[in-house]
């Protein structure tokens, strides 16, 4: 991508191929040509001068544009380096998609530093050195100058992943019914959070607290949730083959794959509690509610356990959202709004400052009742929306655990 900045006062004549510039100078006027010489094409000011009466005058113009051209020819010719400019390459489709790509980021990233590099030099390296001969090296060019940002939820989906992602949000997933998360303290070991019911998983006998070893061979370590959850879904029939280890002990377990009804959200009453939840009456019930992501069911399913939860007698929640890595947006403003009467539950804004903000809309289920939220490292996206929002307006606490 070339940028061309002229002098105000500069002169230019367009050309075949290329543009001659004449730049006022305190010596005279200079020229600079790039690629072949221009062709001249006579502007009506330009006719009107040379028909005037003036013959000094129109001997005067042609003698300029004769000795233009050749200035123009003779440069091309011995390759001057400071008048010729390289050849332009053409871009490629593959290298506008990374374009695409690139500009997304420059737009919207609020750190504008781009974690602490040059945003603008490194689109140019890519540019030059990446291969993105086909749409696969392309998405590994975009994966890999998005990494350069260390931040864990700025992340490339290609077609097949916003496809899966999708699917999920409607309720359903193909797959063997885990939901996985990180050991807390490492960065490495991947454990079953929770087991679907009646799920592949659960027939097998896996439980909550069981690493996952390696998928279909392949190691853990160092897997993303995204990538673990790539590998665990697939077409419905097909197998995957976990090695997991449980109690000390270690074993091989071949799954297959089926239609997976996803429980977004799931709760129980828990009875008199210590204040340290926040203040109520002594004999004030604890309600706990788990929110494991966020789809379309999302909304619905919470609104009913908070509506039952309360009829029950309940005068304080537990909120638990860990492992949730979000899904829908508006589910996780409709889950605050459940909780919080009136106010600003998020603000979006990118770099230009705030761009939008969702307010509760005085339709709370129970906005006065104390809430402690539980979260860790895969609490994301829609789950700190909601987190966040109940911190600003609601009697709160968040436990990181």
């Given at each position: 991508?070339?940028?061309e900045?002229?002098d ?7 050309g075949?191929?290329?543009t ?12 600079a ?6 062709s ?10 040379i ?5 000094n ?24 380096h400071?008048f ?21 980021v ?7 530093t781009?974690?602490?590099q040059?945003?603008?030099k ?6 030059k050195n990446e291969?993105m001969h ?8 975009i ?16 077609p097949s992943?916003?496809?899966?992602l999708?699917?999920?949000n ?7 019914g885990?939901?996985?998360?990180f ?9 079953v959070?929770?087991?679907a019911p ?9 439980k909550?607290?069981?690493v996952?070893v ?6 853990t370590?160092?897997l ?15 197998q ?9 002990q270690?074993?091989?377990l ?8 996803l ?7 828990c009875?008199?509690?210590s ?14 509610v788990r929110?494991?992501t ?5 909304t619905e ?7 039952r ?5 309940a005068?304080?929640?537990?909120l638990?959202?860990?492992?949730n ?20 539950i ?9 761009m ?5 809309t ?30 600003c ?5 968040v436990?990181?655990?």
């Amino acid at each position: 991508m070339h940028s061309e900045q002229r002098d105000p006062g500069a002169a230019s004549m367009p050309g075949r191929l290329g543009t001659c510039i004449a730049i006022p100078s305190a010596a005279g006027q200079q020229h600079a040509c790039s690629r072949s010489p221009p062709s001249y094409r006579a502007t009506p000011s330009d006719l009107t001068l040379i028909r005037g009466s003036d013959g000094n005058k129109f001997a005067g113009i042609l003698q300029h544009l004769l000795s233009l051209s050749a200035s123009c020819a003779l440069a091309a010719a011995i390759g001057l380096h400071s008048f010729a400019a390289p050849p332009a390459q053409a871009i490629t489709t593959e290298q506008l998609l990374f374009l695409e790509a690139w500009r997304a980021v420059d737009r919207a990233y609020v750190d504008k530093t781009f974690n602490n590099q040059s945003w603008f030099k490194l689109r140019e390296q890519y540019l030059k050195n990446e291969p993105m001969h086909d749409r696969n090296e392309t998405y590994t060019a975009i994966s890999k100058s998005i990494k350069t940002l260390n931040d864990p939820f700025t992340r490339l989906l290609e077609p097949s992943r916003y496809s899966a992602l999708k699917r999920g949000n409607q309720g359903s997933v193909i797959g063997v019914g885990l939901e996985v998360g990180f050991r807390e303290g490492t960065d490495s070991q991947l454990v079953v959070v929770t087991p679907a019911p009646g799920g592949p998983a659960e027939k097998a006998g896996l439980k909550s607290g069981d690493v996952i070893v390696s998928i279909d061979g392949k190691p853990t370590n160092g897997l993303s949730l995204y990538d673990a959850g790539d590998m665990l879904q697939g077409a419905e029939g097909s197998q995957v083959t976990l090695d997991v280890a449980s109690d000390s002990q270690s074993s091989v377990l071949k799954l297959t794959r089926e239609r997976i009804a996803l429980k977004p959200v799931s709760f129980q009453m828990c009875g008199p509690v210590s204040d340290v939840v926040g203040p109520a009456a002594a004999s004030g019930k604890l309600a706990y509610v788990r929110v494991a992501t966020f789809n379309k069911q999302t909304t619905e399913s919470a609104k009913a356990a908070f509506r039952r939860l309360k009829a029950d007698g309940a005068s304080r929640y537990i909120l638990d959202v860990r492992n949730n890595g979000g899904g829908l947006f508006p589910a996780g403003v409709e889950l605050a709004r459940m909780l919080i009467e009136s106010g600003d539950i998020v603000l979006i804004a990118d770099s230009q400052g705030v761009m939008d903000s969702y307010e509760a809309t005085g339709t709370s289920i129970d906005s006065k009742a104390p809430v402690a939220v539980l979260v860790n490292k895969g609490t994301a996206s829609a789950s700190e929306v909601t987190t966040i929002g109940l911190t600003c307006h609601q009697s709160c606490l968040v436990w990181y655990c």
